[in-house]
């Protein structure tokens, strides 16, 4: 396409408009127009969102409003939202369009201005703003649906002839292109679709929009929320008519910039510099090297800012999401030929980019250079394996005369090896061959159908009195005024009641009971009438967005609507709780302390008898680690620090450092907890708190494991429980001295000298096996040399030189017998074959480390098999040359179960 084409067809002679000035005249225009601007939303949905992994659309933080659950600042709002879509990941870097993270902007309007009004301002923005031709601009819209009982948008077309659309521009469209929804269930309605033509250059006379063809392209969509579905195909009128429009910024900007890719726009350029330097290719090359250097720029970019956002890689949820988009650039940049370390370097480069729109990018700067470093140094290991062993696969099938890569074997390779299976597909396809995607499946699906069994996968409870609850709460038409932060009795009167199955719902008019959330367990208490004639127990707190609704149980006479009553809040548990929750900003604090500020919450439960705090890191914590952490809480304890609550503005409390949690959804208008000056503590938070520290009395660790990949869990108690806790430790001490005839201070020199004595016994007792290993030529002290830390457990994975597989047993034995929470797996050649054996600590078997997988994986690798029991297993391979590729898949199926 020639120069003058684009400014014809792009500009009509307008100097080109970057990304930044795009984002500025869209959020300009909607501002001059009474809309209120918001801040982009988090990618990770707010904890009342469960229907999504992630924000997948500008309007998703603002569900709450749509649904009427939540009042909005204003009825007219706008917004450039983050979004990050997987759905459509393997056409990224195929196409000159598809991204897994973009930017929509997006004007709202609750229940102000409808289907005329956003016609109206897109068609002028269009024109006026961005300076488009009208002659090259068609419409999409809803042509109805017999499923959902709908006709076509007779209104919308309508308003497009309004504004001077003709007919022949507007094309009808079926539901899965112009009904929109943010979820299975949620906000949902018709929607309207404005296309750029872009000539006979990009595609046929006889190409329509909406079809799936380059030559029109899809830059605004006005949806017009109407309806929730729940369940699906079920459609109930919104509270009020809405608007949410969605402008795809880089879209526009490929528009604007007269470029053809979006990979060409401002925002790109640079991360395809990038990775032409790294790689010493050039765009244009090839059809696969342009490819690879577009899946790293817009990959880079999606895991750089969903790392800022809190998420760690792993295997589950959100986390296997950002795993996926890391390895699949990974693959890449391999591919490419990039030397070591290339990912980080992309990150660095996103937060250049985009750190002055997103400064989240810069305050989390270090995490994004860690998380991405490591990932790319655990997956390059992961991925040498892996390729290798799928090379042999695929030769053997097509010595097979096989066309396509069995489902048994794909699943082996993602299962015992780690190996995901889109970089299978991928691979196998380079090959000529496919992959019995459907075979998989089912193996997959069996194997999450064990771990339910085994209780490995704990399904979602239903949230039936949420829900029922927040319809009825909707349908009072009024909200509570939560009084709780000042004080914990409130008389007040109970404005509306409703009986549900021998419980009551109520909704009082002030009330002093917190609402589970942010972590924080719900207040309990009564609730008795001034009259002393009836008595009810708080069984539970609805939170509702920012109303909430009590779950009663009767236990003397009877509550009516409009009758004064006493609210209580349980003084003993609430303080409890709050010792709890003020512990746990110490704790998160000095966490970020010790180890570092890529430290962050992943999520907590806050309850009167304990606490449990999740938080992102890549490795157990060492016991100085533990101890320093402990010591530094109980420190600010004793301190007798006050603890103050202020309300103040989100942009006052970014300036001031407080910590935002991801999950959490912010207004313009925030709480901020400090404790002292706030320059240990100070985070955003609506939970309750003590006064000042020294309510706390102690702070004890309990234990500290893991809870998912890269992420740690610590449990801890406060006060009287942790006093308790310190007493049993110390009759225990007690215990174990008088067995040892010895004060509590000369319990260690007593188990020292009693350990001295085994060893001795065992030594003598052993001889003949230690006579036999030193025969061998088995080191023992240089084995333990040679002794690796992975994902805080000892690994050891080595050859030994062995007379007979009992001498092979008799070495590993001595190993374990000194090594804490270790996986030893030790292979040698006994009587030309390969023998292995293994041994796995308990501690690492509740972490999914099985001995006998891990023997069977290494018997594999040598043509052989094997197993045994979890922690204890031996196996035998056939192919004595391949007995380091045996050690390495041992070693690969430890490393494997560790990073899940």
Known sequence: MGDDHRAFLYRRGRPVMTSKEIRGRFLEYFAERDHRLLRSGSLVPAEHDPSVLLTTAGMQPLKPYFEGSEQPPHPRLASCQKVFRAVDIDQVGLTTRHLTFFEMLGNFSVGDYFKQGAVEYAWQLSLEGFGLDPEMIWITVFEGDDELGLGPDEEAIEAWLSVGIPRERIVGCPRSENFWQAGPIGPCGPCSELYLDRGLAFGAPDDLPGADNERFLEYWNLVFMQYRQDPANTLTPLPGKNIDTGLGLNRMAAIQQGVESVFETDQFVPLIELGEELSGHRSGESPAVDRALRILADHSRGMSFLVADGVVPSNEDRGYVLRRVMRRAIQQGRGLEMAPGFLARFGDRVVEVMGSAYPELHEQRAAIEQWLASEEEGFGRTLEQGTRLLSEVIAAARERGEDAIAAADAFQLHDTYGFPIDVTLELASAAGLGVDEAGFSALMDAQRQRARASGGIAGRSGGGDGERGQRWAQSTGFRTEFTGYSSIEQSTTVAALEREGGRLLAKLAESP???????????????????????????????????????????????????????????????????????????????????????????????????????????????????????????????????????????????????????????????????????????????????????????????????????????????????????????????????????????????????????????????????????????????????????????????????????????????????????????????????????????????????????????VAAGGGGGGRDTLARAGGRDVARLGDALAAARAAICTALES
Do not use: W
Not at 615 to 629: I, K, N
Not at 705 to 720: L, M, Y
């Open 513 to 859: 009971f917190y609402p589970a959330g942010g972590g924080q367990v719900s207040d309990s208490g009564v609730v008795e009438c001034e009259s002393g004639d009836c008595r009810a127990r708080v069984a539970e707190v609805l939170r509702l967005g920012d109303d909430q609704a009590l779950v009663l149980e009767l236990e003397a006479g009877e509550l009516e609507p409009g009758e004064r009553v006493l609210a209580r809040v349980d003084a003993a548990t609430r303080h409890a709780t709050e010792c709890n929750h003020t512990a746990t900003h110490l704790l998160h604090a000095a966490l970020r302390e010790r180890l570092g500020d890529h430290v962050r919450q992943a999520g907590s439960a806050v309850q009167p008898g304990k606490l449990r705090f999740d938080f992102t890191h890549g490795a157990a914590l060492t016991d100085a680690e533990l101890r320093d952490v402990e010591d530094e809480v109980n420190s600010r304890v004793l301190a007798n620090l006050p603890v103050r609550a202020l309300t103040t503005t989100l942009d006052e409390a970014r300036r001031l450092g407080a910590m935002a949690l991801f999950g959490e959804k912010y207004g313009e208008v925030v709480r901020m907890v400090e404790i002292g000056d706030g320059s240990f503590s100070r985070e955003l938070c609506g939970g309750t708190h003590v006064r000042r520290t020294a309510e706390i009395s102690v702070f004890k660790i309990v234990s500290e494991s893991s809870s998912a990949a890269n992420v740690r869990r610590i449990e801890a108690v406060t006060g009287p429980v942790a006093v308790a806790l310190l007493r049993r430790h110390d009759a225990l001490l007690e215990d174990v001295a008088e067995r040892l005839r010895t004060s509590p201070e000369g319990v260690v020199e007593a188990l020292e000298t009693r350990e001295r004595q085994r060893r001795e016994l065992e030594r003598a007792a052993s001889g003949a096996d230690g006579a036999a290993a030193g025969a061998a030529g088995v080191d023992i002290e240089e084995l333990f040399g040679r002794v690796q830390q992975i994902e805080g457990a000892n690994v050891l994975v080595e050859q030994v030189v062995a007379g007979d597989e009992q001498s092979l047993l008799a070495t590993l034995d001595r190993v374990k017998g000194r090594l804490d929470d270790a996986a030893v797996v030790l292979g040698s050649e006994v009587q030309g074959r390969v023998a292995l054996v293994a041994a796995v600590a308990p501690a690492l078997v509740e972490r999914g480390v099985k001995a006998g997988d891990v023997v069977k994986a290494g018997a």
